[in-house]
């Protein structure tokens, strides 16, 4: 990912609709999680689905209803979950 920046002998000399263009797009892409971290979230959650044959969805279920041990693994799982969903990040 490209590193954004603002230099402000630069910015100086923009119209102020113009600055306020630059800042607005520098703070959305502060927000936005990095794809490589997003991606590697996403591949570390499936290789679990994998593993226990069961969705995401279905781990939750069974553990809301303490219906699923609570083993490292599990823990693991419900903390990736929760980070991907602190983060925003829509799943299909």
């Known amino acids: ?12 000399g923009h119209s102020a609709s ?3 263009d ?14 490589g971290d997003v991606q ?3 591949r570390r959650i499936a290789g ?8 995401s969805v279905t781990m939750l279920m069974l553990y809301e ?3 699923l041990r609570e083993t490292e693994d599990v823990c693991d799982w419900l903390m990736l979950l929760r980070l991907r969903e602190r983060l ?5």
Do not use: H, W
């Open 65 to 67: 209803k303490q219906d």
């Open 22 to 35: 630059r800042l607005a797009d520098l703070t959305r892409d502060c927000f936005e999680p990095l794809n």
């Open 48 to 55: 679990y689905e994998t593993r226990y044959e069961m969705s």
């Open 1 to 12: 990912m490209a590193v954004k920046s603002i230099r402000l002998s630069d910015f100086a």
């Open 18 to 20: 113009e600055q306020e």
């Open 88 to 92: 925003g990040v829509k799943t299909s």
């Open 40 to 42: 590697d979230l996403n």
